[in-house]
């Protein structure tokens, strides 16, 4: 055991809070997913839970709480865009993060060929099909089908690191 290691049993009960601090040691890119439902207004929440999961056929996924004042428009929505946030965009992630404000006013959006919007400013954008949601726990995995993708080709990614946001050091 090195210096400072803490150990925790998992079986039955643990502590969920040791349990999110062991997670946090895992460095996660930060990403907005957005959606429209028909002509409600579009919204968008804060992940840092994607991941890519096949390249043929291209699907990728994100994790969403229950708990989540979202969560019935997402299992309601047929599609949904990815939106890999920039480091300058800590606003936007903060302020997509709080309950009960998902709304897109006043952000540069564009529409995708699904309906749902993309920020016009992310570095990458993944607009996808609803492939499978799957029960987790005290969260749902959204599955999504790319159908469409672009990126640019500079610009550094906002990351989240230990409960707080983290930028990359300059390339030397």
Request: hydrophobic residues 40%; proline residues 4%; negative net charge.
């Amino acid at each position: 055991m090195t210096t400072g290691e803490k150990t925790v049993e998992t079986g039955g009960e643990h502590d969920v809070r040791k349990f999110r601090n062991a997670l946090g040691w895992f460095t996660t890119g930060v990403a907005v997913i957005t959606t429209r439902v028909g002509g409600e207004a579009p919204i968008g929440i804060t992940v840092n839970s994607f991941s890519s999961v096949s390249l043929d056929p291209p699907l990728v996924l994100w994790c969403l709480d229950k708990k989540s004042d979202t969560l019935d428009v997402f299992e309601r929505a047929t599609h949904f865009t990815v939106n890999v946030l920039r480091e300058e965009h800590q606003d936007v992630s903060s302020r997509l993060a709080r309950k009960g404000d998902h709304s897109l006013a006043g952000m540069d959006v564009r529409e995708g060929e699904s309906g749902c919007p993309a920020l016009v400013q992310a570095l990458a954008h993944f607009e996808c099909e609803v492939e499978a949601r799957h029960d987790a726990g005290d969260h749902v995995i959204m599955v999504g089908r790319v159908v469409k993708f672009d990126y640019v080709e500079e610009g550094r990614p906002l990351l989240y690191h230990r409960g707080a946001y983290q930028i990359l050091p300059p390339v030397i």
